[in-house]
């Protein structure tokens, strides 16, 4: 059987790995203090989940421990029929990454597989920003550097 062992790379995209915290609930009285915290609240989430012409990979996300296997083995498996632990054993690069994403995960962070297309350097610059400035934003693989 045939497995990915890596991202797939090439000149025309990023592949990114991100463990991210959700934003915390804004009450009532901040919102009316800060209006624009409203419209910013959820920016980061929505930037992130867009697919549009520029990505051309679809976005996997896991926010449960036992979504992580259904993500891995969409993002990484080559059918359907291979099961998490058959995936894990045939490439060390995933199994440890596969136990650093289930971690995050478990301490109330969400997974991101994400594929950003060469012409968007904008949203690859965001990702990058936000990680060198947010304790909350880690990017696990890089595939941009």
Known sequence: MKIKTD?????????YV????KL???DRQTIKKYPFLYKYHNLVEKMLLTDDKWNDRETCIATLPEDIDKVFIEFFGWDDSETINEL?????????????CKSYIETGYTILMKNVDYRDEALSEII??????????ILIVNENE
Not at 18 to 21: E, G, L, P, S
Not at 89 to 100: G, M, P, R, V
Not at 128 to 137: C, G, H, R, V, Y
């Open 24 to 26: 915390p609930s804004i």
């Open 18 to 21: 991100i463990a991210y915290k």
């Open 88 to 100: 894990l054993s045939q490439s060390d690069w995933i199994s440890n990454l596969y136990k650093t």
């Open 128 to 137: 990058e920003s936000l990680a060198d400035i947010n304790s909350d934003f």
């Open 7 to 15: 991202f797939i790379t090439n000149s025309s995209s990023s592949n």
